[in-house]
């Protein structure tokens, strides 16, 4: 069993910072890469952030600049600081990670977190 559990979320004014953190836990053979989506009401699921291993990073238009993603790979931790937050950042953020897991057989596959709300105040 797999479990990625997402921490950090909240209302925040407009131009204030949040951090997301995010842990993945269980039967975790190696960690490809971490990254981070969100969905805000009536959108698509869209990627915010990534890191991969060899720490290459890739950001979505809409956050250079203002986001930083980063990995702890010791602990399975994958961090979301966000500054400058504005009201279109809001939506519910998802961890989600490429894995494999110590079980026989099994293969690279694709887990998600629950979700945190972030909700930007203008």
């Known amino acids: 069993q797999v479990q990625l559990v997402e921490s950090g979320g909240g209302l925040v004014q407009a131009g204030g910072s949040l951090r997301l953190s995010c842990v993945a836990s269980g039967n975790i053979f190696s960690i490809n890469f971490m990254s981070w989506y969100r969905q805000a009401p009536g959108k698509q699921r869209e990627l915010v952030a990534l890191i991969a291993s060899g720490n290459i990073i890739s950001y979505a238009d809409s956050v250079k600049g203002r986001f930083t993603i980063s990995r702890d790979n010791a602990k399975n931790t994958v961090l979301l600081q966000m500054n400058s937050l504005k009201p279109e950042d809001t939506a519910v953020y998802y961890c989600?990670?490429?894995?494999?897991?110590?079980?026989?057989?099994?293969?690279?596959?694709?887990?998600w977190g629950q979700g945190t709300q972030v909700t930007v105040s203008s």
């Open positions: 989600n990670a490429f894995l494999r897991t110590m079980t026989l057989g099994d293969s690279w596959d694709n887990y």
